[in-house]
């Protein structure tokens, strides 16, 4: 498989400011030394708990956010060094879906201007064509040509995720970030939008970074997961391998925390395992999981694990665990 | 009657025929209609519905935080205080934290930001009882002891900023369980937290319901917590309670249309998404008497279903569905 994108390395660290007149400097490792690729056509979910960075590193990826230090290869082309227009250039073919659709579009811009702004902005095509393109997406999301003229005020959060993610495909990108894009909905509008974007993934095949912190979502949409805990990934496998047998003991947590909507008397007396964080006990130097993880030993504490193979399939499934081969 | 006979023996809440509405000029509709319940001593009740079907109106009519033009009828009787409706403010005010107690689902905004943590667990646990400074401030560090905060002592002295959600909540918690209330009313208390954090409240709840004996009544849209947490269950939808029963008997055979279509809409891991039959849509006007779910259902019989509603049907002792053909909807694999 062709890789898309490649992530070396990249951090996204912010200093925070406190104490008496601010005097009091710290540094927040939002995002720590992150590595990942993307093949072409592929769907790589991106899980953790709320505030672990995954949203910086989304952002960070289509460099929103300027990184601290590492670098993003997108079609082999380094994301770092490229400035104003050649970057303008390149952003043509990455997009990215918002979580809340109820501030991601314009409240005074129709639905029709919002859709024709995207070729606006990169000059793409003529009136006509743009008038072709739009009525052709908005069928696509299943929606009335007849909103064309209405303002996002009168729509659903259903309906204006899917002229969301309508914009996001108008110029065919070939990589688009999707932070949360059903974590706003009700259940059952949720599955709607989940079906509407794999069916698009299969038609447009663009390759996604879908970041999420619901593991089922994930599961029913990506292709690969990576597992992310405070700024640092600490698992990444195809999708089957992650849920089946998960390696990192974060990565068995978080799947046993999740509650199941069945019946079963052992899970009723099951205590949940896990202690809670306390920030007190984190180490710099070690492994961010160190003060909850059961596995801990002093390694743990005195050095940071890298992502490295593990279980059947060393290629495809990596893990930063000292304890786990 | 008789005289040694009484019917609140081991309910520590009956709710009868409880009925709330909003009289304007539009419409005298009630938003909540026809519940009945009973929650018995260290049970743990689920209420579940998707949001808009009444079941915070439910949960805040029973502590009487209803805002001023709620109408409410029917009768909310509360063990050794008798109907909850009939009382005086200030009589409701004695029970409001010390028989019943409440919790959130923001913990974010719940808390005062202005003041500590121990001051504000301080401010509960005078409010009911007398303490001195010393006393109030060791019975303060007893309970985030029993909702297991890591460094209790400092917490004390924190603000609410310091505090992750999760330990916000377990605060909560213990402002809640102040007074040792005989009820809990727990609404979506983990909703807005991580799954992680979600599994440790749970267990903290779980754990200090055995331990208290308290009842609890758990208003939630996660199916996934009911059947983990919860003995009985109570599915609302527009503002009616449509089955009723216990945990067992409505995962395993769930006997509503809608409990069903709840049931699969629900993400699981390890399956693929289910796709949802829809009903075919209906075409004439749909009769004011008709049953409430007539339009999303997909069992529907024109004739009946859409002339009348539903009475309970018994199914089983714990068991009552709101539906015709309630036999039917159960036999279906989910």
Do not use: W
């Not at chain 1, 093949?39 to 989304?58: I, N, P």
């Not at chain 1, 202690?275 to 002093?298: H, V």
């Amino acid at each position: 498989m062709k890789t898309l994108l490649k992530v070396s390395s990249l951090s996204k660290y912010y200093t925070v400011k406190e104490g008496f007149f601010r005097k009091k400097v710290s540094i927040l490792k939002a995002v720590d030394d992150v590595s990942f690729e993307i093949f072409s056509g592929e769907t790589l979910g991106l899980v953790g708990e709320s505030g672990c960075g995954k949203s910086t590193l989304g952002r960070t990826v289509l460099r929103l956010n300027e990184a601290t230090s590492g670098d993003i290869f997108f079609k082999g082309i380094s994301l770092a060094s490229l400035g104003g227009g050649d970057l303008r250039k390149i952003r043509r073919s990455m997009q990215m879906i918002f979580q809340d659709p109820y501030s991601s579009l314009n409240p005074f811009m129709t639905i029709e201007e919002t859709l024709k702004e995207p070729f606006y902005v990169h000059s793409v095509g003529t009136s006509s064509e743009q008038d072709e393109c739009i009525r052709f997406l908005l069928d696509k999301v299943r929606m009335p040509l007849s909103y064309l003229k209405r303002y996002p005020k009168d729509l659903s959060g259903g309906q204006r995720q899917r002229i969301a993610i309508a914009r996001a495909l108008a110029l065919k990108p070939d990589f688009i970030v999707a932070d949360e894009p059903v974590s706003a909905l009700d259940v059952s509008i949720q599955s709607e939008v989940l079906q509407l974007l794999s069916s698009f993934k299969e038609e447009f095949g663009f390759s996604c970074l879908f970041i999420s912190h619901d593991l089922a979502v994930v599961e029913q949409i990506s292709d690969r997961v990576a597992v992310m805990y405070l700024g640092s990934l600490v698992e990444i496998a195809r999708k089957e391998d992650l849920f089946s047998s998960p390696k990192h003991p974060y990565t068995k947590a978080l799947l046993e925390a999740v509650p199941r909507p069945v019946y079963d008397e052992e899970r009723r007396k099951k205590y949940f395992s896990l202690k809670p964080l306390d920030e007190k006990m984190r180490s710099p130097l070690g492994c961010a999981f160190y003060s909850r993880c059961p596995l801990a030993t002093r390694i743990c504490s005195e050095e940071k694990p890298m992502l490295k193979g593990a279980g059947n399939n060393p290629f495809n499934h990596k893990v930063a665990c000292h304890h786990v081969t | 009657m008789e005289k040694e006979f009484n019917p609140m023996a081991e309910n520590i809440l009956e709710v009868e025929n409880l009925e709330i509405s909003y009289p304007s000029s539009f419409s005298e509709e009630a938003v909540v209609r026809e519940i009945f319940f009973q929650i018995k001593q260290g049970e743990v009740v689920a209420l579940v519905g998707e949001s808009g079907s009444g079941k915070t109106q439910v949960s805040l009519s029973i502590i009487r935080l209803l805002a001023d033009e709620a109408r409410v009828a029917g009768k909310i009787l509360l063990a050794e205080r008798g109907d909850l409706l009939l009382l005086t403010e200030k009589q409701m005010n004695k029970i409001r934290g010390k028989d019943i107690s409440m919790i959130f689902q923001e913990p974010m905004t719940a808390l005062n930001p202005v003041f500590t943590i121990g001051f504000q667990i301080v401010e509960a646990l005078r409010a009911h009882k007398s303490y001195s400074k010393k006393e109030a401030r060791e019975q303060a560090l007893y309970l985030l002891k029993q909702v297991k905060i890591p460094n209790p002592e400092t917490r004390l002295d924190e603000y609410p900023h310091e505090l992750s959600g999760g330990m916000r909540q377990r605060v909560l918690i213990a402002i809640a369980l102040a007074s040792q209330p005989k009820l809990l009313i727990a609404d979506e208390p983990t909703t807005a937290l991580d799954v992680t954090t979600q599994a440790e409240i749970l267990d903290l709840l779980r754990e200090l319901q055995k331990k208290s004996k308290i009842s609890i009544l758990f208003i939630t849209h996660n199916l996934g917590v009911v059947a983990e947490l919860c003995d009985s269950v109570l599915v609302m939808y527009r503002g009616k309670i449509v089955e009723q029963g216990s945990v067992k008997a409505i995962f395993e055979k769930p006997s509503h249309p809608y409990t069903k279509l709840l049931m699969n809409s629900v993400p699981r891991l390890g399956e693929k998404l289910r796709v949802q039959e829809l009903p075919p849509s209906f075409q004439n006007k749909i009769s004011e008497n008709a049953c409430i779910f007539f339009e999303r259902c997909s069992f529907r019989d024109q004739d009946i279903c859409g002339s009348s509603e539903p009475q309970f049907k018994v199914l089983s002792e714990e068991h009552k569905s709101a539906c015709f053909f309630p036999e039917k909807v159960g036999e279906k694999k989910l």
